[in-house]
């Protein structure tokens, strides 16, 4: 929204958004990031910094694993930053990022389809982690089912496939 | 934001975005918009209302059609606007809707490459302009090349084919 | 080939080309088969027949489900059949199907990555099929990595994710 | 078919397969040949030469460009060709390399929607017309819409955007 963009730095730790298929297993698994390459398709001209922190499903990550993730949050300079990250744990790192957040916009995104499936809620959502990171205030956020949602609002409703806030469910 | 969100309206105007390719005509016209699908794909939950207005490269857009698009955003009973539409003129239609954004967010956004193709900045330039929409404060804002800017402030580049800050340019 | 083409027979029995991803169960599973897709996107006029015979893995293929498959075949009034099927134990299915071939052009066919991928090899693959049954004499075939193969000549070498002749190997 | 394949001969002379969307211009026009893509995405093995001998709408081919077509098949050591052609002029030139045919497998194929395109009949007319060129016996075909046509038995109906039989036109 300036003329002069601070960067935005991404930060990729797995999740279905970047989920393969591995012919030869007969099974997916989580390859490389395909974050740099859904920049390029949508000509992405703004500034951004990828990092690749770990390649894991969201079940899969442990105390350590966010840890790590916080400790590059906190050793940011920017103050605006995107996650991907698996949908099922997504809440639960965010509350362990909340502290950070006093002086920095944090958006949580990822898919529940692969981003390498034609039909993929992948570029939308990173459209929005990109924007809610640019305009909104300080605070963290998770950018799904076309919703800004602040991050201590939202769960994920695994039957329904979708986040929801918080009071919708029973 | 909040969680019971306010709907989202959407004007369709035309633009690359719905560009069709017409075999019997060899040549690209503007269709059906693609934008009920795009959210579909997108699995976005969150209350939305599309109108039609048109179909038009912008360039082919007359006062008369930027009225009528000026209009439709004074009936609006919400304040969350987004409209697709052509990037040629795209500040042009902006500057219009200027008055009519006191106490509304109003994002204008397009494709430099039709939705329909395999590779389009369609999907991620859409998701920058609903989460704007939600997030940012009253004002009109283009959401391109990954960036929200705000209207006022950034031209299209046509030989780069991006938006840049209007300073930028010599 | 000729003027008033005979119909085609496609049997589905599952496999790869119609994976599609559950996020609820954080899986891939076989979903209903996405062979009438397709045969619209690639815009055939060519009369034909899709019946979905299983939803399997072809590992999981059992000597009653060949039977099956076989049954359908000899049932089948016209002499050109497409089946879409597994990867890993296509030939073995083909080999059940040599004695059904003497007055007949049977084509197995499936793919390395799930059709519903932006990038996969079943269209190619499923238009190799096709045209494969309109044209060879009769006989097994297996149409994959882009050539035309007798199915008693052929062998996947899983780990370099391709089907090769079958001396190829060592 | 055989083990040892023989390389096909790919021709590229343009049309909508190729054409890319140049936003600076706000028209289509043809680009690079997508066939390399195409056959990458496909995982091909078999061995392929590619040779870009123009870039045009079918509609502009004139006699000079089907003589140099002409050219190279006759300078082909190969016996299996596959042209990328237009399709509105695709049996024009058909004719003209017929008296080539008598120890040549000669298929020219195209597309009604462009490559680029997300929802393309491009990757599925190729694996037609790189079976025929292997299956069928000396001739000229067409590869379109499902079928493998002869190419003296069909004309492109422009109004139903499809190839069809020749006496099923009025």
């Known amino acids: 929204m300036t003329t002069m963009p601070d960067p935005i730095l991404v930060l990729t730790t797995g999740g279905t958004i970047d989920k393969l298929y591995f012919d030869s297993l007969s099974e997916y698994r989580i390859g490389e990031s395909i974050l740099a390459r859904l920049l390029d398709v949508a000509r992405v001209t703004h500034p951004v910094e990828i990092v690749e922190l770990m390649r894991k499903d969201s079940l899969d990550l442990d105390d350590a694993d966010r840890a790590l993730i916080a400790d590059r949050v906190a050793q940011a300079t920017g103050r605006r930053i995107v996650i991907t990250h698996g949908t099922d744990t997504m809440t639960q790192t965010a509350a362990t990022l909340a ?72």
């Open 99 to 170: 502290p950070l957040a006093a002086a920095r916009t944090i958006v949580l995104v990822g898919a529940l389809a692969p981003a390498r499936f034609a039909e993929s809620d992948a570029p939308f959502n990173l459209g929005m982690a990109f924007a809610t990171a640019q305009v909104a205030p300080p605070g963290v956020y998770i950018t799904m089912n076309g919703t800004v949602f602040r991050a201590d609002e939202v769960v994920k409703d695994r039957a329904r496939g979708a986040f929801v806030p918080k009071e919708s469910v029973g």
